[in-house]
Each structure stands twice: as C-alpha cells, then as structure tokens.
C-alpha cells in the first residue's frame, strides 16, 4: 500500500499521534519485533524437516516411521490430525497426507504408519527406499477429524478400513494412557487376519481396559477363523453396541468402505450429524462415483493448457494435480482429498468431474475455482494458476 493512500484512511492522524505518545512514555517493543510470529510459527509451522529415528515393521506391508525433530519439542497436535510427507521421487514433487498414529502426548516424536497400496508412489518410495536417520520434509499437522468434548459424545463408535485405523490408534492411546473418561468400539476391516495393523496391540489394550472394545472384520479369512468376516454392517454394529443413541460414528478408510458403511449407520436411526468422516484421498475407480459421464473412460487422455505456461497430458481417470505434477507444475497441496482447498485453481475453460461431496466454496464455484486434487478432466481443459 502506498504512504499517501495511508494518510487518507479515517483515524490515521490519531493513531500517529497515539505512536508517538507510546514512543516517549511507553514501552519500547520494536526489540521484540517478529517474537509473536516465531511463536506461532512454532506451534502452526508451514514446513517440518523431521529425522526418521526409528522403523517399524507392523505387517508385511506397513511400518510405522518415528520422525524426530532436530529443533526442539514437535508443535502439538490433536489426536486424528495428519502430516503431509513431501517427497522428490524422480522428476516429480508431490506429497501424501498420513496420520499420525501416536499419542499427543508424546511431544518427542511423531509416529505416521505407511501401508503399502496397489500402484502405491508415495508409499512404495517410503517402504522401500526410506532408512534411518533420512530427513523427511513434511506440513504441520493439519485436519479436522478429531474429537470434540463440547460437540461429541463420549461413546465413540470408530470404523476403520485398512490404514483407516491409524488415526484411531492415536485417540485410543491417548484417551487410555491419559485416563480420560471415554468408550470406544473399534470396528477394523481388512482383508487378510495377517494385514490387520496394530492388532495384537489393541487386543492388549482390550483384554486391559474395559472401555475399549475391539472388533477386527475380515473380508477374507482363513480356515477356522472365529471372529466377525465379511463387511461391517449395521446388524454387526447392533449386535457389538446396543442402542446407538448418545454415541458419535468416527469412520476412516477408502471410498468404497463410505459408500458402504454409511448407510448402514443412517440405518441405525443414527442422525448424519453424529457421523464424522475423514478424508482419504481420491477413489480407486473415479468412474464408479455416482454422476460420472458413461461416455468418458478413465483412459482417456486431454491436454491440460496453463495459461501462460505450458501444456501437459492428462488422463481422465486421475486428479488434475497428479497430471499437473508428473508434468512438472508443483502448486501448493495438503490433503490430496478436496477439503483443504490449498490446491485450487481457475478453470477457464472445458470440463472437469468432481466427487459428489467435494467441499467447494460457493463463491469458487461461481468464479470457476475447482480443487486440483479433486478434479478430473472429461475434456482438454485451460487452466489459470
């Protein structure tokens, strides 16, 4: 803003003369310049560079990294909150959001747990070329899926799918290691009795504590398998929870598992409020989402024109910030799931999908901004960044 637009703004004349006064007789704070921003900064930092301390292998396919800071106590976190992990695999910059599956509490270190994925990129980079003492530049923690004393229910039904349970594991630890007045059901389906994370701990803690009830779900057992197979559903929850009035649904786990599961809760005369999901990244079939066109295939590939820039390939069945990515063009990202909005840009012209559900202000509909991570190409598009 220019000097002289200042001076024309109402009250500038009183508030030079208030400076001046608190020059003469107050207290000089000009040394303590920038000491509220190093501050915040500290608690709700942009950037982390954490030292991977310690790996372990959870199951054949997933293990937990222990990140350390090199700079004194992590920022504080909320139990179901995440890190995005920012990676240069190749050409290509990008991220992945993780969970972080420790408690709270323990300032030291924080604690993400990597499953492995069919056609996994972040994942397979981490499991398989990640060592002690690597440095991992990751976000602060960020996210919404947390519990709310005033908001939430103390009975807590959790539902889980796969690494859906990670951010579970941090709210369950820290509610027993703390002694905090709280019930869980923990519902965890998997496919494999051997994929199941952190099962011999929970049942641990469920032999230990009696407000923890754990209930593993597993698509495929194996022979003589006695514990609850197939998909998680409403006549499962009844049976393990009894009336579920007074209790809030917590789910967690990919897309598939919502289109299933939440229904199945609805049916319990659960009211829509009482049920908190968490994001969980794109779908693995985008063409499956109610509302995608039949004549468009996920192999369909569009040009992608940056205004002022270059132009890139595109495949219809991805997000638009994966092509925009694997093309070189890196914008700011987080989530990867359509709710944090870093990633928005102007679509100027063409056609894109997005989720049903997809948490687009209005005003950035009406202006054209779409989320990247959350958009998929039905045609060449223009883009403005």
């Not at 599956?101 to 499991?127: C, M, N, Q, W």
């Not at 796969?162 to 965890?188: A, D, K, Q, Y």
């Not at 789910?251 to 009482?274: H, N, T």
Request: charged residues 25%.
């Amino acid at each position: 803003m220019r000097p002289d637009i200042l001076t024309k703004i109402e009250g500038y004349d009183r508030v030079v003369r208030e400076r001046e006064t608190c020059r003469k007789y107050g207290t000089d704070f000009s040394v303590e310049r920038g000491a509220v921003e190093e501050y915040v900064r500290r608690l709700h930092p942009d950037r982390m560079h954490l030292k991977v301390a310690e790996i372990i292998e959870e199951t054949p396919s997933a293990k937990t990294f222990r990140l350390v800071s090199p700079n004194g106590p992590l920022p504080p976190f909320q139990a179901g909150q995440y890190v995005c992990v920012y990676c240069d695999i190749g050409s290509v910059r990008t991220g992945r959001p993780y969970s972080l599956s420790s408690p709270p509490g323990h300032r030291g270190y924080y604690d993400i747990t990597v499953k492995a994925v069919e056609d996994g990129f972040v994942s397979d980079h981490l499991l398989n070329d990640i060592r002690r003492g690597d440095i991992l530049e990751t976000s602060g923690p960020e996210g919404h899926f947390h519990f709310n004393p005033i908001l939430h229910d103390r009975a807590l039904v959790l539902l889980a799918g796969g690494s859906g349970v990670t951010p579970f594991m941090s709210m369950i630890r820290e509610s027993l290691e703390s002694g905090l007045e709280r019930t869980f059901w923990l519902f965890h389906g998997d496919r494999e009795p051997g994929e199941a994370m952190f099962r011999e701990e929970l049942e641990r803690l469920a032999a230990r504590f009696t407000n923890l009830r754990y209930i593993p779900v597993i698509e495929n057992p194996s022979p003589g398998y006695g514990g609850a197979c197939g998909y998680i559903t409403a006549d499962l929850i009844r049976r393990e929870i009894g009336d579920a009035a007074g209790k809030t649904f917590f789910i967690c786990g990919p897309g598939e598992m919502y289109r299933f599961c939440i229904p199945e809760i609805l049916s319990l005369e659960v009211p829509a409020g009482k049920i908190r999901r968490e994001v969980f990244g794109p779908p693995k079939s985008i063409s499956r989402s109610p509302g995608w066109p039949v004549e468009v295939r996920e192999d369909d590939r569009f040009i992608v024109s940056v205004k002022g820039g270059k132009s890139i390939p595109a495949k219809a069945g991805e997000p638009l910030l994966v092509a925009l990515e694997r093309g070189g063009i890196v914008i700011p990202s987080l989530c990867r799931s359509g709710e944090c909005s870093q990633c928005r840009l102007k679509l100027l012209a063409g056609r894109v999908y997005q989720p049903e559900g997809t948490p687009v202000r209005r005003s950035d509909r009406q202006h054209g901004y779409i989320h990247s991570c959350a958009a998929y190409p039905l045609e060449d598009l223009e883009i403005l960044l």
